[in-house]
Structure formats: structure tokens, C-alpha cells
């Protein structure tokens, strides 16, 4: 899975980096804006389910309409949108 989200980021031209945060909290990751392009800050000290979940919620937020995704990884990113199940 987490393969399959790199690719889409890829595809979306959406930079992926792999940094080690560390502080007093635990911070998995993130999208942000750097000189106006996204990306998303992933921190290489969590967890596969913490990666994955980190680029879950940032690619969740692009409009995938008109792009294939294998039904269970958009199912995954939709409900990234909408997390309380609400339409």
C-alpha cells in the first residue's frame, strides 16, 4: 500500500521526503507548502502504519476524479476526506 501512495504521489507531482523529526511529541508527518509546491514530510522513524496513514490523509485532500485507482486505495483516500463517514 504504501508503495501505491508514493506512486500516486508521483503522479500528482507531489514530493515525498523521508525526514527524522524528533522533539518532545511524536510527529508522524504532514503536507505543507514549500515555495508554493506540495509536499509531504514523512517521518522515517514511525511506523509503516504511521507512514501510510501520514500519506493517506495528505493525498486524500487532492481531487482524484478522472484518475484509476485500485478500488481499495481510493476507498482509502475518500474516507481520508471524509472521516466521520459523513457526505
Known sequence: ???E???LAH???VEIRYEALSGETFFAGGMCRIRGRPVI???KGASLREKTTTLIRALGRFDLNGMYLKPALRELLESAQNPDGQE
Open 1 to 3: 500500500m504504501l508503495a
Open 11 to 13: 503522479q500528482l507531482r
Open 5 to 7: 501512495l508514493e506512486a
Open 41 to 43: 514530510i514523512v517521518n
